[in-house]
């Protein structure tokens, strides 16, 4: 029997893991912003604005999507940043239903059946990453804070990171701080600024000055 490429796949846990918000509203997202979504099986729903952290519980039976209560982190980003993130906010705030179409993308629907979410699911590394930097991100007063990272990396010694949002570390290279904002990585995680970037993928860490690579170990 023939199945059609369009054809809608659904179970009750088909949401369970970690998704990327392709588009709001059929508009795409922000160059090297990164809206994330994770889906537990007890029917939690948590990930990144963007911007900020959020968390909330989501009902996803007979192909509903509802999202109650949504709590956010409260550090203040670009303007364009904090747009961005009130329009994903209010899609999740009004979101009514979902399609999952071929095992891959995810489109959610608002109550008038307007398309208002596109989701694709993370790679596995890249969801371990997001992961972990979710768990290592708390708040103090608002503000993101996190415990640093320590590296040895050929040239320039002893490196360290600290997480200062959910998109954005402090990079610390020679005695002099850099924040880096994160880039989409075919694979792994990345952190980037001008002539600076950072990369990270399991136990290999690359850190990159004006285009030259230099290799790094973990330290402590």
């Known amino acids: 029997m023939l199945v059609s490429a369009c054809q809608t796949i659904s179970t009750q846990n088909d949401l369970i893991g970690h998704w990327q918000v392709e588009s709001i509203y059929r508009g795409g997202i922000i160059d090297s912003s990164f809206i994330t979504i994770q889906i537990d099986a ?7 604005t963007g911007c900020n952290n959020f968390s909330s519980s ?4 007979d192909l509903q999507f509802k999202v109650d209560n949504i709590a956010l982190t409260r550090k203040l980003c670009a303007p364009a940043l904090n747009a961005q993130e009130q329009r994903f906010v ?6 009514y239903s979902y399609k999952r179409v071929e095992h891959d993308w995810v489109y959610v629907f608002d109550e008038s059946n307007n398309r208002i979410l596109k989701l694709v699911p993370m790679q596995e590394d890249e969801a371990e990453n997001h992961t972990s930097n979710l768990r290592s991100s708390t708040t103090k007063q608002g503000m993101s804070v996190a415990n640093s ?6 040239q320039f010694g002893r490196v360290s990171t600290r997480l200062l949002g959910p998109e954005t570390i402090e990079l610390k290279l020679d005695n002099v701080a850099h924040e880096l904002t994160r880039e989409k990585s075919a694979s792994g995680t990345k952190y980037a600024k001008q002539s600076i970037s950072f ?3 399991a136990d290999k860490v690359m850190l990159t000055v004006d285009e030259i690579d230099y290799a790094c170990s973990k330290s402590v």
């Open 58 to 61: 989501i009902q996803t039976q």
């Open 199 to 201: 990369w990270n993928k």
């Open 42 to 48: 007890q029917q939690r729903i948590s990930g990144s």
């Open 90 to 95: 209010t899609a999740l705030e009004t979101a």
């Open 149 to 154: 990272s320590y590296f040895q990396c050929k």
